[in-house]
């Protein structure tokens, strides 16, 4: 069965130039390694399945490892273009840093250890750009601050790409059944393109700092079970190159949010109706103390804001504001009620 995954961007802050550092960045040159895998591909749980379990063991300490399903139960469009810019054909196929380093069942053995002789030399290398990532949730939000920053002066135009990961992933394989223990499956591009947003072009002198930020809904994922990466890539002509990566193996539980949004619940804030099949529709908020200088935001499931209201102050009791839904698709939404104390409200709705 496919496993349907929904992201919800109740914030996204576009990356602009600052000469404040918000998160640390590594000076870390860190590689990619990608297997472009299948559900159905008998070798990728056969010969495939052991090389890729020997790839994670012997790098996971020094590179970004995971598996890219462009085929199959676990596919995804992030997947698949990734795979498609690597010029990848068949499965299983092993990339590093995005070079195909044509492992097969007979010569297994001596590509395990190229790798990790490859990606050791790697790991020395001073990098020109890297990027620091801190990833922490608070109840079914999370959040995700970055900055990249570049160490020496660079040219060209430069994507920051940002990807959730499942640590382990329980479903069918080929060749293994339907119980098998998938390891690091990528999810999808948190900012809706593959490859990220453009952070840099032109040239871009060294210690220019680009940082960002955002938000995105838990639903269906234990945050315990999640690795969000980065990679930056260079843009030539159709194709993206990996330039360096980093990536947060643990979200942490963020208390102090965790604490202020207590403070937020004596709002006693409730949306209805969540599901709704009028074109032009009413939803209702009820508040059980007044709130001042309410922004009120609709997004898409690609985190595209599609509404937004501000209000003075929204009474205690029910206020209610009309949905125009004429052009736009059915399918599920995203409603972000906040002010100045921060997010007082989410809530999904569904068009029919």
């Known amino acids: 069965m496919i496993k349907t995954i929904i992201f919800s961007f109740t ?6 130039f600052t000469n404040a550092q918000t998160v640390d960045v590594p000076q870390s040159q860190i590689p ?37 399903h462009y085929s199959g139960n676990y596919q995804n469009s992030t997947a698949q273009a990734i795979a498609s810019n690597f010029n990848s054909v068949g499965q299983p196929v092993f990339f590093l840093n995005g070079n195909d380093e044509n492992v097969t069942s007979s010569n297994q053995t001596n590509k395990r250890s190229y790798f990790a002789n490859q990606v050791n030399q790697i790991t020395q290398n001073s ?12 109840g079914n939000n ?23 990961i ?6 069918y394989q080929a060749s293994r059944g339907q119980n098998a223990d998938h390891r690091n499956v990528l999810r ?3 900012t809706g393109n593959p490859f990220g947003n453009l952070i ?50 643990t979200v942490k539980k963020n208390i102090l949010s965790s604490l202020y949004e207590s403070k937020t619940d ?13 074109q032009n529709s009413i939803i209702s908020i009820n508040t059980g103390k007044s709130v001042e200088n309410v922004k009120i935001e609709v997004f898409n499931t690609q985190g595209k804001k599609i509404y937004i209201k501000t209000i003075d102050k929204l009474s205690k009791g029910i206020t209610k504001f009309s949905l125009n839904m004429k052009s736009y698709s059915k399918g599920n939404y995203f409603v972000k009620i906040s002010n100045k104390d921060g997010i007082l409200k989410t809530a999904k709705i569904i068009f029919l």
């Open 11 to 16: 914030l996204m802050m576009g990356t602009f």
């Open 32 to 68: 990619v390694i990608v297997k472009v895998t299948a559900t159905w591909c008998p070798t990728c749980g056969g010969w495939g399945w052991n090389f890729f379990e020997n790839l994670y063991e012997d790098n996971r300490e020094k590179a970004v490892v995971f598996a890219d």
């Open 127 to 138: 990098p020109d750009v890297q990027t620091g990532i801190e990833a922490s949730y608070s």
């Open 142 to 164: 999370l959040k995700i601050k970055y900055s990249t920053k570049f160490f020496n002066t660079l040219s060209g135009e430069y994507y920051l790409g940002i990807y959730p």
């Open 166 to 171: 499942e640590k382990s992933v329980i479903g």
């Open 188 to 190: 999808d591009e948190l």
């Open 200 to 249: 840099a072009s032109g040239e871009i002198t060294s210690n220019s700092i680009f940082d960002g930020s955002l938000e995105m809904d838990l639903n269906g994922y234990n945050p315990d079970n999640l690795e969000i990466a980065t990679i930056i890539w260079k843009k030539e002509g159709n194709k993206y190159k990996v330039i360096n990566s980093n990536i947060d193996r």
């Open 266 to 278: 004596k709002y006693a804030i409730d949306i209805f109706p969540t599901i709704f099949k009028l």
